[in-house]
């Protein structure tokens, strides 16, 4: 059933060599990208050889239930534990999502009900950071616009994970599902009449942006030379030291006149061709996050929203996977783990339907 397994297994023994070799902890950078690609393998391996082992032992019962039914019941116990660990690896084997083990960046807007929905991006914030505190997460408000009765019209806050992150628990893999738009049924503290009011306030969740790294294949560079122009000394103007690089697909030039060598404008030139195109990367990077941003809550209207909070109820409810809880107020003071982990799981299922 999980013979592609095997590959995986084979992958996580050769990254236990190479974790082993003092060498490869010189470049920080890629030991810490071993250290967790080898972090995402040991739960599926660890789980593999268990689900391995429970096949060889429900053999060995079978075997001697045949002479003693004294097994039978040990043999249903096997069978039913190699199910349980079948599942589980099921959902290991499910494709994450490469960001899973970044930070978010996470914004609160008020949307349609006025101040009232001010007040509840407030809450909103207040069950956020409150959730984050529990799970152990450090938080940081970037920046506010309060409103004048006490809410917010606009909120970000930075949520970062402390120390190791086990795979699956990182900030976005759990926060990504609250992108969308919040609706809250209550009666306002400015309501005489007791009449339940209906707002709402959209959040907007995207993995905090990283430093891009910026890798340039030489067969996509066309790299002129030509004669310094200008005042100098005795090889401007004399000789082709100058140097132009064009990156072919993007277009970006960048060119060096001012050392004396020709390998020194070269070396100049691709400094700054680097650096424009990493802030080329940056800005897509920034539009796509953008992008990201709109198709999570493309209007805070109450007809588009993915969770509603019943305060005269108590309850609240998450329109995308059904799930319906009685405990609002313990929600709001930041329990708001099982309502991610529907999503969750949720989301795995359909994973594993694609699969």
């Known amino acids: 059933m999980f013979e592609a397994v095997d590959e995986l297994v084979a992958e996580h023994a050769d990254l236990e060599k190479k ?32 689900w391995k082992q429970s096949g060889d032992d429900i053999e060995t019962a079978r075997e001697f239930a045949a002479d003693d039914p004294d097994f039978a019941a040990e043999v249903k116990d096997l069978e039913k534990q190699r199910e349980e660990l079948t599942e589980k690896l099921r959902l290991l084997l499910v494709p994450r999502d490469p960001s899973d083990d970044k930070d978010v960046i996470l914004e609160i807007k008020a949307g349609a009900g006025g101040d009232e929905s001010a007040l509840f991006a407030g809450d909103l914030l207040r069950m956020y950071l409150r959730f984050a505190e529990r799970i152990g997460w450090k938080t940081e408000i970037i920046d506010a616009t309060e409103s004048e009765l006490g809410g917010y019209k606009d909120v970000q806050v930075a949520v970062k994970a402390r120390g190791q992150i086990e795979p699956g628990q990182g900030v976005w893999a759990r926060l990504k599902y609250e992108g969308g738009v919040h609706r809250v049924q209550r009666v306002p503290a400015t309501e005489s009449q007791g009449r339940i009011h209906t707002s709402a306030a959209g959040v907007l969740v995207t993995p905090e942006a990283e430093e891009v790294d910026v890798e340039i294949n030489p067969n996509d560079l066309r790299i002129d030379v030509y004669r310094s122009s200008g005042p100098g000394g005795q090889s401007v103007n004399t000789t082709d030291s100058a140097v132009r690089i064009t990156h072919l697909p993007t277009g970006v030039v960048a060119s060096c006149q001012n050392e004396k060598s020709q390998l020194q404008n070269k070396e100049q030139a691709l400094r700054i061709l680097r650096s424009r195109l990493l802030a080329a990367a940056q800005e897509e990077a920034e539009r796509e996050a953008a992008d990201a941003r709109r198709s999570q809550v493309r209007t805070v209207d109450r007809s588009e929203k993915i969770r509603t909070y019943n305060f005269p109820e108590n309850r609240i409810s998450d329109h995308r996977v059904g799930f319906k809880a009685y405990n609002l107020d313990q929600v709001l003071d930041g329990d708001l783990a099982a309502v991610i982990q529907a999503c969750v799981d949720a989301d795995s299922a359909a994973k594993l339907a694609a699969a």
């Open 19 to 50: 974790l082993a070799d003092p060498s490869v902890h010189a470049d920080q950078a890629n030991a810490r990208k071993l250290n967790k690609r080898y972090a995402e393998l040991t739960p599926i391996v660890a789980t593999y050889r268990s």
